[in-house]
């Protein structure tokens, strides 16, 4: 798709918003107010932000466990308070507090994201079958890391897809680590777009860390799958720059170095300078986005965090569909 002004400035202030909400919850979990896990996107917001932003609101989308941002950039910021408050364990929560990482906004089409690696396939199928079936144009897009690519479900799932032409893309985060496990030492291939191929189906390899790239070739797999030309394979390269969860301790499996040379490719100024040496930014545009996601997401958390907890009697309502 050609990206207009407005376009990239939509996808700009999404990019801002998603640093600014992940900074937030990583200094909660430091502060306690996080009651269960918190995994951290932070150096990954082009993959969700440029993947998501033009969807449309009846797409259907699973997102993984570190896939706040990408619930953001689709739904536009619309509940940050329910995405916060879910984190929190609160009522008013976007799954009423029952699902942390895994809360869905199905108001949106967003799926919560599996508990288990590697089940999102198998459901994402599943989506495809239905937008199919109901003949809307609907697109089912499914994200995953390099860790997932490793589950049979995913092989057993795209060959689904491609044999029977349903409307899913999958978009790989591939951040090159598997909690400690390198991916270059758990595959032998250099690219899981290669895998696209087995499956009769187009295969791309983009900077994950460059919105613009991000947002092209994912879209342009959307627009295919909307024309009832099958599945596709996108595979975003990128970095996550903490912990692989906020609740673990400070390790060395990763060197210094290469932490530090990924933060040298940081998403958010990257194209913050593209767009200003574009003339679509200025200075006071900037600094004015900045203060605006800040308020916004600092009185989104402070009415999260006031918010009631759930009652015990709730604790078995929304289980089941009715």
């Known amino acids: 798709m050609e990206l207009t002004r407005e376009d990239k400035l939509k996808l700009y202030r999404n990019l801002v918003l998603v640093r600014v909400f992940e900074e937030k919850m990583v200094d909660s979990y430091r502060r306690g107010k996080v009651p269960a896990f918190y995994h951290s996107g932070l150096g990954q917001e082009a993959v969700g932000v ?3 932003t033009f969807l449309r609101q009846d797409d259907y989308l699973m997102p993984t466990h570190r896939g706040r941002g990408h619930i953001i ?10 995405l916060l408050a879910e984190s929190y364990g609160r009522a008013t929560g976007i799954a009423k507090g029952k699902g942390g990482e895994h ?5 949106y089409g967003i799926f919560g994201g599996s508990g288990s690696i590697g089940g999102c396939f198998p459901v994402t199928v599943g989506m495809g079958i239905a937008a199919q079936k109901y003949g809307r144009g609907q697109v089912a897009v499914c994200f995953f890391g390099d860790g997932a690519a490793n589950r049979g479900t995913m092989h ?3 060959n689904w897809a491609s044999t029977f032409i349903l409307p899913i893309v999958w978009v790989c985060e591939n951040n090159l680590y598997a909690i400690t496990m390198p991916f270059k030492e758990a595959m032998a291939i250099d690219d899981i777009a290669q895998m696209a191929g087995s499956y009769a ?3 791309a390899v ?3 860390n460059d919105v613009e790239a991000v947002c092209h070739a994912v879209m342009e797999a959307v627009e295919r799958s909307r024309a009832g030309d099958g599945p596709s394979l996108v595979e975003c390269k990128t970095y996550r720059w903490r912990e692989h969860g906020e609740m673990e301790p400070p390790s060395n499996y990763r060197p210094r170095e290469e932490i530090e040379a990924w933060k ?5 100024p990257r194209y913050e300078k593209r767009l200003l040496e574009e003339g679509v930014l200025t200075p006071a545009d900037v600094e004015a986005t900045w203060q605006e996601m800040r308020q916004r997401v600092g009185e989104a958390e402070a009415q999260a965090y006031a918010d009631p907890w759930p009652q015990p009697e709730t604790a078995f309502e929304d289980v089941y569909a009715e």
């Open 50 to 52: 440029g993947g998501c």
């Open 264 to 268: 040298a490719k940081d998403p958010v």
């Open 73 to 82: 950039a689709k739904t536009r910021g619309a509940d940050l308070r329910g």
């Open 156 to 158: 057993e799932a795209m």
């Open 103 to 107: 809360g869905a906004a199905l108001e």
């Open 206 to 208: 983009v900077d994950g």
């Open 201 to 203: 189906m187009p295969g």
